[in-house]
């Protein structure tokens, strides 16, 4: 089973990028779809960007479509998640997940430790 750690969080001022990476242990980190989740303090858990397993799908929560870039290199079993245009309500944990499932809906059983972000005004 494949086993993620997420790194790139930081603290920023609003109006700045950063660049979360995801990276999958297990040379089958290609056969997952990969998402990013995000939970603030008191608020549940929300994704935030999800890809499929050969990068040619990609979907955004609407508070962050056009501001963000989910993309993955399955060579090198990472997957990215580029933010800019960071705003304070973008502060969170963040996290990846993977997505076993090879029908129906998603199956994300499979998690990171998380990376902080931090957007001050």
């Known amino acids: 089973q494949v086993q993620l750690v997420e790194s790139g969080g930081g603290s920023v001022q609003a109006g700045g990028s950063l660049r979360l990476s995801c990276a999958g242990s297990?040379?089958?980190?290609?056969?997952?779809?990969i998402g990013w989740f995000r939970q603030a303090p008191g608020k549940e858990r929300e994704l935030v960007a999800r890809?499929?397993?050969?990068?040619?799908?990609?979907e955004y929560e609407d508070s962050v479509k056009g501001r963000s870039n989910i993309s993955r290199d399955n060579g090198r079993n990472l997957v990215f998640l580029q933010m800019n245009s960071l705003k304070p309500e973008d502060t969170a944990v963040y996290y990846c997940?993977?997505?076993?499932?090879?029908?129906?809906?998603?199956?994300?059983?499979?998690w990171g430790q998380g990376t902080q972000v931090t957007v001050s005004s």
């Open positions: 890809i499929s397993r050969g990068g040619g799908t990609v």
């Open positions: 997940a993977a997505d076993s499932s090879l029908v129906g809906g998603p199956r994300w059983d499979t």
């Open positions: 297990a040379r089958t980190f290609r056969n997952y779809n």
